[in-house]
């Protein structure tokens, strides 16, 4: 074995000698000029750019056979400015053919390329010749067809502009590794990039890259992945008259905020678009996209239907979607009335910055929906935003045991909100419908509440000392908390002066209620106030201003008895606790010992004038009360 071995490497010895002769004598023999001027054309041939070398020129043989270019500018045909510019280009070369004296290139390395894309606006770019000559190179049958099996990028730089927006954007640190296709039909890019200072990792390929170039239909796979958003596309694209793309899209993000403010795209509101994921299958013309089969999550909730997305100058977004269960909290939880801690009203600015930067027009259904405090039943919304201005929409929906319907529009005059809401609610729950929507904690029984209002200004405490409507509700077999005025009233009929004792305890049942309220630059005016219950009877007048939330009201109640006693009374004082007070007077004038000192006091107060003639009855009540005194 040993003498086999000896035999059969003095010929491999021998062979690796005339090899190595052989490249020693390339190396020496090799014309330089005409390799640098096969290597160009190569690269001509194949990208349709000319290059223009201003620096060194390094040729290798051994141990590594490459050509490099220093300070190289690659333009298209027809353009003064170069749309690559490279600090070294190098070109590795094949072995054997060097050996031959042809020079053939193995693959390509960038150095530090500055690359610069400029969109037209009829749709082209100044890389469009480029795009069109690889197309031409790479068919099958084309003359003198030549490729390369990889081009690396190290180091690079992407500048893009858009000449018809002038929008622009720059990508950097570039480290790309592209998978030329040589022999297959399909093509591969893989690597990084910083943009917008988040690092990149993206991948594209194409099954078949020449049908690509040429804008015919192929397979395209592309993934995106950073800090901020995950992005995957699969399916085929094709660009002949405008870009089509067809395939199923998966977009995963841990807070759609953060993505949208790295992408550059508007911020609606200050709250929620946290956790978002969708998948769909995408339909992509141009700079319109629909999007079918959406199965979509954010903030927790899950949604399907439809989706409509274009950008023809302004952004647009059309969307049908249906859920079983929606917790619609956190895009109004930053949203508050009143002050944190405090009865008075909030006193922030609103930010309307997110009425002015898309059109959009939703449908949504849900089969359940929270809102705050508030939990619904089945429900129908319609959000349309459009230059500036908000409409909300509620076709029905099952509430506080009930159906509210109604509709609440938003539109923007520079920091000033105009708001007009008009709602109604049919056979509600009246305790928690006017607890959580307008503060009022008294009331109970089942109605209807119908409530038409408009404000404007740039905060809460703004729009409500503009407020104008009205409002009105009817009740049945409810109460009103903080007194019982059946039993106030007939201690007080049989003795007036006892004192109303704890008056601010009990509740006052009732079998119909009716309140019918106008409003008027933030002050509601009572236009038809009255309570009629088994026993009782209430009527009110007085207004209620909203700014400061208090009220200043009169009414009278009255017994459903032979005698009709009745007593008037003042409400004064804030809405969640106000002063509810029988009227002194009254008492007094009640009193039979009492009311001949009370018109002796005024007789008193205006001079004496009018003072009551001996033997009168008020004198002889006056005598009658001084002896029982």
Known sequence: MAQGMKRLGTPIAALLGVVLIALIATSWLINRDALRKAVEAQIRDVTGLELSVAGNIDISVLPASYISFHDVGLKGGGTSDPALHVDVLTANLRLLP????????ADLTLLRPHIHVSLKPDGDSNWTPFIQ??????????????SFSEIRVQDGVLDYEDVATNATEKLEDIDLSLAWPSISRSFAATGQF????ERVDGSISFADFVAALSGDRSGLKARIASAPLKLAFDGSVANRTSPMMEGTLT?????????????????????????????????????SIALTNVNLELDGN????????????????????AADALDLTPYISTFRLLASGA?????????????????????LSAARLTVGPSKLGRTAIGANLRNGTLALSVGEAQVYGGIAKGSFGISRADTVADIKAQLQFTDVDLQACASELFGVNKLSGRGNINVSLAASGSSPFGMVQSLDGTATVTGHDGAIAGFNAEQLLKRLERRPLSGGGNFRNGSTPYDNLTIAVKFADGIATAEDIRVEGPAAKITLTGTASVPTREYDMKGVAS???????????MVQGPWDDPLIFPDPEALIRQSPAASPFLDLLKQRITGGKGQAPEGSPTAENAKEGAKSN
């Open 343 to 363: 009865r008075d009203w909030n006193r922030q600015l609103f930010d309307l910055n997110g009425l002015s930067s898309t059109d959009l027009d939703m449908r």
């Open 194 to 197: 910083d943009w917008r200072g």
């Open 98 to 105: 060097l050996l031959l004296q042809r020079f053939e290139i």
């Open 251 to 287: 977009i995963d993000s841990p807070s759609l905020r953060n993505a949208l403010r790295w992408t550059g795209q508007p911020q609606p509101g200050s709250g929620g678009l946290g956790r978002f994921a969708l998948k769909a299958r995408a339909n992509v013309v141009g700079a």
């Open 133 to 146: 000559t690889i197309a031409r190179t790479m068919k099958p049958g084309a003359d003198n067809q030549v």
């Open 559 to 569: 017994l459903n008895t032979t005698s009709g006693f009745k007593l008037p009374f």
């Open 302 to 321: 899950t949604a399907e239907g439809v989706i409509t997305y274009a950008n023809n100058g302004r952004q647009t977004l059309q969307a049908t979607l």
